[in-house]
């Protein structure tokens, strides 16, 4: 994604450079937060937006550093600068938000949920991915995979363009944040949506982290043959009635 002159910008404590796009409108905003190597200009982020505009709902996407429209080399990032970039761009918004979480961003959406849960008022995770970088990567690596890593970093193939450059620097810090190895309190209306063809995030990190959080209205919803893109009219749809959800039960 290119960034345009008229995209606005706010920096971080770190000093970090983001771009974003707030939609003015009745809270609690919904906040988008997007996927590894994605943006803001995601499908499902701008559905939602123009979802939000026409039922008056304010709503925040934005890209994390070295993503999109952001300042940074995706490859200087980890887990925990980009939590630091969503923590910030809550600064943008007074009262309590509601997260719409897809892949890494579900994982980055329970770090938030963790660190200041008096600011959630609810939460959806679409394909959620949490630990990914421990469990699915670290995990899966060969042992020439982590002797290349150990050097510095290593190159995994992606269905989604370029392969993937994944730093030991990302596997390293990912492990600061790991969330599905202690507990994990979400006292607040949450909905976890995952397709049972995502090739990407399997069905059973679904499944573990249902087990795994508690909650008073915690619901996993499964949708037979959807991908890990979750975009299809059907999906977004879902997204969209399950954020209407989490904002009834929230108020």
């Known amino acids: ?44 982020a701008v559905y939602l937006e123009d979802w939000a505009r026409k039922e008056g709902h304010a709503f925040l996407r934005f890209d994390y550093s070295g993503h999109g429209e952001s300042d940074g080399a995706f490859t200087d990032g ?20 509601v997260l719409v979480g897809s892949s890494m961003g579900g994982w980055i959406s329970l770090q938030i949920a963790r660190a200041m849960p008096e600011r959630i008022a609810g939460m959806v ?65 949450v909905r976890f949506l995952q397709g049972t063809a995502d090739a990407d995030v399997d069905m059973s990190v679904a499944l573990r982290l249902l087990d795994h959080a508690t909650g008073p209205d915690m619901r996993l919803t499964l949708v037979d043959g959807a991908d890990h893109r979750f975009s299809d009219d059907a999906c977004l749809k879902l997204i969209e009635q399950s954020v209407e959800e989490v904002l009834t039960a929230a108020s």
């Open 125 to 189: 995770t679409i394909a959620a991915a949490p630990d990914f970088t421990e469990d699915s990567m670290w995990g899966s690596f060969t042992d020439v995979q982590k002797a290349e890593l150990a050097q510095g970093q290593v190159a995994l193939p992606s269905d989604y363009g370029e392969p993937y450059i994944i730093t030991k620097r990302l596997i390293e810090e990912g492990r600061n944040r790991l969330v599905l190895r202690d507990p994990l309190a979400l006292p607040f209306p």
């Open 1 to 44: 994604m290119t960034k345009t002159s008229d995209t606005p910008t706010f920096t971080t404590p770190q000093g970090r450079k983001i771009a974003y796009h707030l939609t003015d409108g009745t809270g609690p905003a919904v906040v988008f937060l997007g996927g590894f190597k994605s943006d803001m200009g995601g499908t499902k």
């Open 78 to 97: 980890a887990i925990g600068d980009w939590f630091e970039d969503a923590c910030a761009a809550l600064g943008l918004i007074a009262g309590k938000v």
